[in-house]
């Protein structure tokens, strides 16, 4: 059997203390302070299985993929096929339909432009929720752009909610592909996905969801949203950076054109043309990231061992008493409405940059800035924002440290 395929050591299902025991990065103080580490909707911290599969592949499947016949080629080809597996299972699609990306802005990319350029064209138009982090605004503005088509934007409510009325008032026969973030990165609301997925195919669209952040919080399967293409990235799912995925319905990216062209995605080659492989490695060219890959699918793994609908309540209840607190903080504002995972908000007379870095001080990791989604600040009244996420692996301890950093904070800036 596949080393990489074995079990975390030591895990349990046991509860949120036994999933924390799991992220080593947690044991480390910082600044002297116990880690409350609240930026897991920017970068998620790794757990135990994956650090050990990511060692194992640089010691023992340390070989290309794909293209050797000797042992250490072989033990690495067999542990990254599996991980696609994995993949698929966790998103309740099929191997051949999930390419490996660098992330969700490299999946994303490759719809803009593979099959946005074979498919949008000059009065044509598409559609991004306001909602939308960059890497699912700016790649349709560029489409846009050179195809001379119209990117027309899905108005929210104050809430951060799509309002779906004037999103179906958008949809009419020139509208190609509908844009559509799972959750949010900045107001944590959940969108509506199937009921705009039936929305956008009655009017002829195809639908492609952001999964950046949904991903690590919510149940995804492919299927029951109704989408068309579906992107996330790795290291929000506790995965290494450099990794993602866009899974796509078998016949549209059997019809897709390349993007990025060299070895591994042909079936053969003379000087003057090539033959190209299926998907997904039509789409894969170039030596991929072993590594992070195969730490993908110890991720997944890692997370199937665990009890996702306890998870879920452990979050929820996080959440709520995280927003509830911060709304009852002077001089806080919450953006938005939140429902999962995020909770962004301003201090009245303190820049996010200056209250993240008094609060890390503290030990209270968060962020701060616009957050990849400078046009949703600007719907929202703000310029940028202090944003706490939360994982699995976050307790009350953490929320109890964001406050009390927060109380320094309008002591240092009284
Ligand atoms: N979409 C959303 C909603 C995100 O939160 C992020 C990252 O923060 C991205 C897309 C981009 O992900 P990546 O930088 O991993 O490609």
């Known amino acids: 059997m596949d080393p990489s395929r074995s079990e975390p050591s030591g895990q349990s299902t046991a509860g949120p203390?036994?999933?924390?025991?799991?992220?080593?990065?947690?044991?480390?103080?910082?600044?002297?302070?116990?880690?409350?580490?609240?930026?897991?909707a920017s970068t998620a911290l790794k757990?135990?299985?994956?650090?050990?599969?990511?060692?194992?592949?640089?010691t023992h499947q340390a070989g290309n993929v794909h293209r050797?016949?000797?042992?250490?080629?072989?033990?690495?080809?067999?542990?990254?096929?599996?991980a696609r597996d994995d993949i698929a299972r966790f998103l309740g699609g099929r191997p051949d339909e999930v390419v490996l990306t660098s992330g969700t802005t490299g999946a994303l990319n490759l719809v803009a432009h593979s099959w946005g350029r074979a498919h949008v064209g000059p009065g044509d138009a598409v559609i991004a929720t306001a909602l939308e982090h960059h890497s699912n605004l700016v790649p349709w503005q560029a489409l846009c752009a050179e195809r001379g088509a119209t990117l027309r934007i899905a108005p929210i409510d104050d809430r951060g909610r799509i309002d779906l009325e004037a999103l179906a008032g958008l949809l009419d026969d020139r509208v190609r592909l509908v844009a559509v973030s799972q959750l949010s990165n900045v107001v944590g609301t959940i969108a509506p996905v199937a009921e705009i997925a039936a929305l956008a195919h009655a009017a002829g669209a195809i639908v492609v969801v952001d999964g950046a952040q949904a991903v690590a919080h919510l149940a995804v399967d492919v299927a029951a949203?109704?989408?068309?293409?579906?992107?996330?990235?790795?290291?929000?799912l506790f995965a290494p950076p450099g990794t993602g995925v866009l899974w796509g319905r078998r016949a549209l990216l059997e019809a897709m054109p390349a993007w990025q062209t060299g070895?591994?995605?042909?079936?053969?080659?003379?000087?003057?043309?090539?033959?190209?492989?299926?998907?997904?490695?039509?789409?894969?060219?170039?030596?991929?990231?072993?590594?992070?890959?195969?730490?993908l699918g110890a991720a997944i793994?890692?997370?199937?061992?665990?009890?996702?609908a306890a998870i879920a309540r452990h979050e929820a209840r996080l959440h709520a008493r995280l927003r509830e607190a911060l709304a009852g903080e002077d001089r806080v504002r919450v953006l938005g409405a939140p429902e999962?995972?995020?909770?962004?908000?301003?201090v009245a007379g303190a820049h996010p940059h200056d209250v993240a870095t008094i609060v890390d001080r503290e030990g209270v990791a968060i962020r701060s800035g616009h957050h990849c989604a400078e046009p949703l600040h600007h719907r929202l009244g703000a310029d940028a924002s202090a944003r706490a996420s939360l994982a699995l692996y976050n307790d009350d301890a953490d929320i109890d440290a964001l406050i009390a950093a927060l109380a320094r904070v309008r002591e240092v800036l009284r």
Not at 68 to 82: F, K, M, N, Q, R
Not at 340 to 346: G, L, P, W, Y
């Open 68 to 82: 050797g016949v000797h042992a250490l080629s072989e033990a690495a080809t067999e542990a990254y096929d599996a």
């Open 301 to 308: 793994r890692y997370l199937a061992t665990l009890d996702r």
């Open 225 to 236: 949203l109704g989408c068309d293409f579906y992107a996330f990235s790795g290291h929000k």
């Open 340 to 346: 999962a995972a995020v909770v962004a908000f301003t």
């Open 263 to 295: 070895g591994e995605m042909v079936a053969s080659v003379d000087y003057a043309r090539a033959r190209l492989r299926e998907p997904p490695h039509r789409f894969e060219a170039g030596t991929p990231n072993i590594a992070g890959v195969i730490g």
């Open 47 to 58: 757990p135990r299985a994956v650090i050990d599969a990511v060692v194992r592949v640089f």
């Open 17 to 40: 203390a036994a999933w924390r025991r799991e992220f080593p990065a947690l044991d480390a103080p910082v600044h002297g302070r116990r880690l409350a580490y609240l930026d897991s």
